[in-house]
């Protein structure tokens, strides 16, 4: 087949001489494994024209021929992402439309077995079938990647054949296969003709031997050791142990659950409470709570009260209640026990005590963690204490989630705020996220603080609060301005005019005529 095909090219390509190269204006000294590095990151990114770049750059080192080059090309490449060959696999068709004396000379190793691993990835996403059909003779060189993408070929013919190496694959070398194979092949799943090969492998995780299981659990690739830990769940192929193992230690949180769930399941039929225990350390939230849930003892619940997550909090309460103890007598005794209490003990009191327990908590605003400090600000809107004077001076506060929880408990007091002592926190000399929480403040107190403070803003020297300002204002003019049916007043008017005046070099001409228009100031 392949003298055929050798023939077939030379009389379609037509003379040589006549071809373009794309790969001409990649000069020797620009080929390097740090250029392939970096344009493996490009194209791993999405954009087509990395990727692009990349198929040119995969064709120029092909034709130069250099033998470490090609090998380190060849180890970047089978270590990237599933979407770096599907872009591949396109950018490379487009680009070797341009390089028939590139085709002619692959096609010539091919028949003299002599086509390399580079040669074969690149031969096997030609334009032309037949080429590609051709890179897959050599079953013992193929690039295990592109045999996935030629399996889900448009031509019947060619993805037959593919089809008849990856089974050889999956029988002679599964967990190789595996390794190789499976990334790629959930990629391309949903495309048309694209599910064969992951069926394939699902089949393999159901039924084949212990080391293609472990090669899918073990892989680098969520997906894979997603997709391989539902299979053998599902086929009842994996211990309580490796169930406890992954819902422990997997990197994957879905994986966590869906093992810490199946644990469970496994641990309540054999009447075990030990595995439940010893999913109570886990790392993950979500599994915590289910081996709270599950123990359903009073004793764990009550340990549990005190949890950094709200989930398992929760479901420990509910257990604490339903057993006829009341979570906040448990919080009320640890939040005097521990000086300083856990941030978790304030956050469960705010959740489960009653408005008197304002006086237990108001002290921890002080709270020497930024946590904890965070979560006193929460635990008392809970509670309905929500005091400007009590919650204003705490605006300030050095790190942005204790400040965050402060906006919110203000919000509903923007209209009654203090407008003089709200403006200096503007001032470039605070930090950013101070500046960001009064300027959120002052917008929502009235519409023109709001436009004040954006005038005021919109040439700051920080981008982020800068944009903020343009962006606010911009919304005003857009949404609210038609329906802002009175216009500012004495001070307030001469303030906006002067403002919209010193503004007119960012607003522009348009802007500001609409402003001047909405605000019933002259033009």
């Known amino acids: 087949m392949t003298e055929w095909l050798i023939k077939r090219l030379r009389a379609r390509l037509g003379p040589a001489s006549n071809a373009t190269h794309v790969y001409d204006d990649a000069p020797a000294d620009m080929l390097s494994l740090e250029r392939i590095h970096r344009a493996v990151d490009r194209a791993t990114t999405g954009r087509t024209s990395a990727a692009d770049d990349l198929a040119s750059l995969l064709l120029a080192i092909s034709h130069r021929g250099d033998a470490e080059l090609i090998a380190g090309t060849m180890r970047a490449l089978i270590g990237a992402k599933p979407r770096l060959w599907l872009m591949v696999d396109v950018s490379t068709r487009r680009s070797l439309w341009h390089a028939p004396q590139w085709t002619e000379a692959v096609a010539d190793r091919l028949g003299a077995g002599h086509a390399g691993p580079l040669d074969l990835l690149l031969a096997a996403c030609h334009p032309d079938g037949f080429v590609r059909e051709a890179a897959l003779d050599d079953d013992t060189m193929v690039v295990l990647p592109t045999l996935a993408l030629r399996a889900a070929d448009w031509v019947p013919e060619l993805r037959d054949r593919a089809r008849q190496v990856c089974r050889r694959y999956l029988n002679r070398a599964p967990a190789e296969a595996i390794v190789s194979l499976a990334p790629v092949a959930l990629a391309l799943r949903a495309r048309q003709a694209g599910a064969w090969l992951a069926d394939a492998i699902d089949g393999l995780l159901r039924d084949g031997p212990p080391e293609a299981i472990a090669a899918a659990l073990a892989s680098e690739d969520w997906r894979v050791r997603r997709n391989a830990h539902a299979i053998v769940l599902g086929a009842g192929r994996l211990s309580v142990e490796q169930m406890v193992h992954a819902a422990t230690a997997d990197g994957d949180l879905p994986v966590r659950i869906m093992c810490a769930q199946a644990a469970i399941r496994a641990a309540r039929a054999m009447g075990d409470h030990e595995t439940p225990r010893r999913l109570l350390g886990s790392g993950t939230a979500a599994v915590r709570a289910e081996a709270v849930c599950v123990l359903g003892e009073v004793g764990a619940a009550i340990e549990a009260l005190d949890d950094r997550s709200a989930l398992v909090r929760a479901t420990a309460q509910t257990i604490a209640r339903r057993a006829g103890t009341d979570p906040a007598v448990r919080y009320r005794a640890l939040l005097a026990e521990q000086r300083p209490p856990n941030p978790a003990v304030i956050a469960g009191l705010g959740e489960t005590g009653i408005d008197s327990d304002i006086d237990l908590l108001r002290p921890w605003l002080a709270h020497p963690s930024s946590r904890g400090r965070a979560e006193?600000?929460?635990?008392?809107?809970?509670?309905?204490?929500?005091?400007?004077?009590?919650?204003?001076?705490?605006?300030?506060?050095?790190?942005?989630?204790?400040?965050?929880?402060?906006?919110?408990?203000?919000?509903?007091?923007?209209?009654?705020?203090?407008?003089?002592?709200?403006?200096?926190?503007?001032?470039?000399?605070?930090?950013?996220?101070?500046?960001?929480?009064?300027?959120?403040?002052?917008?929502?107190?009235?519409?023109?603080?709001?436009?004040?403070?954006?005038?005021?803003?919109?040439?700051?020297?920080?981008?982020?609060?800068?944009a903020d300002a343009r962006a606010d204002l911009a919304n005003w003019l857009t949404r609210d301005a038609a329906t802002t049916y009175s216009f500012p007043s004495g001070s307030r008017a001469d303030e906006l005019s002067a403002l919209v005046t010193g503004a007119e070099a960012v607003l522009g001409q348009e802007q500001t005529r609409l402003l001047r228009f909405h605000l019933g100031l002259p033009g």
């Open 376 to 466: 006193t600000v929460r635990a008392l809107r809970r509670r309905g204490c929500t005091s400007p004077d009590l919650l204003l001076p705490r605006l300030t506060d050095a790190v942005s989630s204790v400040t965050r929880q402060v906006t919110l408990s203000l919000s509903p007091h923007a209209s009654s705020l203090d407008e003089r002592a709200l403006r200096p926190l503007l001032d470039p000399s605070q930090t950013r996220h101070v500046r960001q929480a009064a300027h959120r403040l002052l917008r929502a107190r009235d519409t023109w603080t709001r436009i004040s403070v954006d005038l005021r803003l919109i040439n700051d020297p920080e981008h982020a609060i800068r």
